[in-house]
T-cell receptor
Framework: NAGVTQTPKFQVLKTGQSMTLQCAQD?????MSWYRQDPGMGLRLIHY???????DQGEVPNGYNVSRSTTEDFPLRLLSAAPSQTSVYFC?????????FGPGTRLTVL | AQTVTQSQPEMSVQEAETVTLSCTYD???????LFWYKQPPSRQMILVIR??????QNATENRFSVNFQKAAKSFSLKISDSQLGDAAMYFC??????????FGKGTSLLVTP
């Protein structure tokens, strides 16, 4: 099993550009989550999904969209990137209340 | 909302010694889960240990153990026989939903030879 995979590993955007961070898991987990990590802070929840077709907002959802068309995939979309979205993004899938994290994506918005 | 507080931004320990990292949390729930995650410079989030609130026995994983005090809402991590590879950021986290973890701000652990 590959576990949780994220692409890309690094990305640089200009303000106003859009992009999608990809996340996939092969463990057939129903729950998936997106977090962002800023310097000096722990991870904060952006959006989560409790199953295909079901998503909801977390603590810091503004500027991000998600969808969950399959159990495996949970992409995070930035519609119009802002410098405040410069961060490291982690995707996770959940089994038995334990989160399995992907390797993260470092995003810089200039 | 649940909050998780790690009051030690940085800690230092000598190799082979023991160190304890502190964590407190605030919740009105009775059923929940607590975790310690390790984040080395590679930035990968690695689960160190977990504790179910309904279990009175403190969790242990090899050199890592916790002191879970439910009434005091305290969840400290003890690392015994510290090794150079233990150097990392350590995050305490809480969940009662499964899909949403609340993290503390982390403790940076330095291990000196």
């Amino acid at each position: 099993n590959a576990g949780v995979t994220q692409t890309p590993k690094f990305q640089v955007l200009k303000t106003g550009q859009s992009m999608t961070l990809q996340c996939a898991q092969d463990m057939n987990h129903e729950y998936m989550s997106w977090y962002r990590q800023d310097p000096g802070m722990g991870l904060r929840l952006i959006h989560y999904s409790v199953g295909a077709g079901i998503t909801d907002q977390g603590e810091v959802p503004n500027g991000y969209n998600v969808s969950r068309s399959t159990t495996e995939d949970f992409p995070l979309r930035l519609l119009s990137a802002a410098p405040s979205q410069t961060s490291v993004y982690f995707c996770a899938s959940v089994r038995n209340n334990e989160q399995f994290f992907g390797p993260g994506t470092r995003l810089t918005v200039l | 909302a649940q909050t998780v507080t790690q009051s030690q931004p940085e800690m230092s320990v000598q190799e082979a010694e023991t160190v304890t990292l502190s964590c407190t949390y605030d919740t009105s729930e009775s059923d929940y889960y607590l975790f310690w995650y390790k984040q080395p410079p590679s930035r990968q989030m690695i689960l160190v240990i977990r504790q179910e609130a309904y279990k009175q026995q403190n969790a242990t994983e090899n050199r890592f153990s916790v002191n879970f005090q439910k009434a005091a809402k305290s969840f400290s991590l003890k690392i015994s026989d510290s090794q150079l590879g233990d150097a990392a950021m350590y995050f305490c986290a809480y969940t009662n939903s499964g899909y949403a973890l609340n993290f503390g701000k982390g403790t940076s652990l330095l291990v000196t030879p």
